[in-house]
């Protein structure tokens, strides 16, 4: 059984939800995907019930805080984990060149020596280029550079055993580059900031982010057979699923995922 497990689903400055990262759940073992902006990330693991002595992959989409500071209490529990003789095998960290920098620089200025001691030797990072390739649990994982004019973020598509696949577009607006991914994707995670009649409220063309609206078209144009939205405003939290799930089905007409934080979805 393959699950995709929501530990977070808000934009940069939510408070009332956290911000977006996910886990894949393929036998047993995660594949984390960014890490929030802090140290939640430990409480939405616990509240997953994800065993962190089961995370061995982590991708990092970009160094946007919101993304990249939960890394470093990740990097400090595993680390400290590994200490203890608790956690068995290396933690790999899949990223560009500059999160690399940017989660080295954050981790020296403020791990313990000890803690440090294991970046290099089992935390290992693995810096990768656009259309780079790997082998992750049962996935062929391609990483892409969605080419962002705001800050260098890479996305990524998965191709399972099975043939099924998934795509992560990261947290910015579809770049056509990207469509040799997402074009009949079996998944695709999408952000989506707003409604599109909030656009005026939340401004999120300036923010280089999408509403509702778009991001299911896209996904129709696409032939995407289910949808994934994500990376959104925290004001409409308690009707957010009704409200977005309303909009989006008037433009897309596959199966439509507004996700709150800690929802499963099984992938089928």
């Given at each position: 059984?393959?699950?995709?497990?929501?530990?977070?689903?808000?934009?940069?400055?939510?408070?009332?939800?956290?911000?977006?990262?996910?886990?894949?759940?393929?036998?047993?073992?995660?594949?984390?995907?960014?890490?929030?902006?802090?140290?939640?990330?430990?409480?939405?693991?616990?509240?997953?019930?994800?065993?962190?002595?089961?995370?061995?992959?982590?991708?990092?989409?970009?160094?946007?805080?919101?993304?990249?500071?939960?890394?470093?209490?990740?990097?400090?529990?595993?680390?400290?984990?590994?200490?203890?003789?608790?956690?068995?095998?290396?933690?790999?960290?899949?990223?560009?060149?500059?999160?690399?920098?940017?989660?080295?620089?954050?981790?020296?200025?403020?791990?313990?020596?000890?803690?440090?001691?294991?970046?290099?030797?089992?935390?290992?990072?693995?810096?990768?280029?656009?259309?780079?390739?790997r082998e992750i649990l049962d996935m062929q994982v391609?990483?892409?550079?969605?080419?962002?004019?705001?800050?260098?973020?890479?996305?990524?598509?998965?191709?399972?055993?099975?043939?099924m696949n998934l795509c992560c577009l990261g947290d910015?607006?579809?770049?056509?580059?990207?469509?040799?991914?997402?074009?009949?994707?079996?998944?695709?995670?999408?952000?989506?900031?707003?409604?599109?009649?909030?656009?005026?409220?939340?401004?999120?063309?300036?923010?280089?982010?999408?509403?509702?609206?778009?991001?299911?078209?896209?996904?129709?144009?696409?032939?995407?057979?289910?949808?994934?939205?994500?990376?959104?405003?925290?004001?409409?939290?308690?009707?957010?699923?009704?409200?977005?799930?309303?909009?989006?089905?008037?433009?897309?007409?596959?199966?439509?995922?507004?996700?709150?934080?800690?929802?499963?979805?099984?992938?089928?």
């Open positions: 059984m393959r699950k995709l497990i929501l530990l977070g689903t808000g934009n940069a400055m939510v408070t009332k939800c956290f911000n977006t990262c996910f886990a894949l759940n393929i036998d047993n073992e995660y594949f984390l995907v960014d890490a929030g902006g802090g140290n939640g990330i430990l409480a939405q693991l616990e509240k997953a019930q994800i065993d962190m002595t089961k995370i061995h992959h982590l991708f990092i989409t970009h160094a946007h805080t919101d993304h990249v500071l939960g890394v470093i209490w990740v990097v400090r529990k595993i680390a400290t984990l590994m200490n203890q003789g608790k956690y068995k095998g290396k933690l790999h960290i899949y990223c560009h060149d500059k999160v690399k920098m940017v989660v080295e620089t954050i981790a020296n200025l403020t791990l313990k020596k000890k803690d440090l001691a294991q970046i290099g030797k089992n935390i290992i990072f693995d810096v990768v280029e656009d259309g780079d390739q391609i990483f892409f550079d969605i080419l962002s004019t705001k800050e260098k973020q890479f996305g990524f598509s998965a191709e399972f055993a099975d043939g910015e607006p579809y770049n056509e580059v990207c469509e040799i991914y997402a074009q009949n994707a079996d998944y695709l995670l999408s952000e989506a900031f707003c409604l599109y009649g909030d656009r005026d409220i939340f401004k999120p063309y300036e923010k280089h982010h999408s509403t509702v609206k778009e991001a299911c078209e896209l996904a129709e144009q696409l032939q995407v057979k289910n949808l994934i939205l994500y990376h959104t405003e925290d004001k409409h939290i308690d009707k957010r699923k009704e409200l977005y799930t309303d909009e989006g089905k008037q433009y897309y007409y596959g199966n439509l995922y507004v996700p709150d934080d800690l929802d499963v979805i099984n992938l089928k």
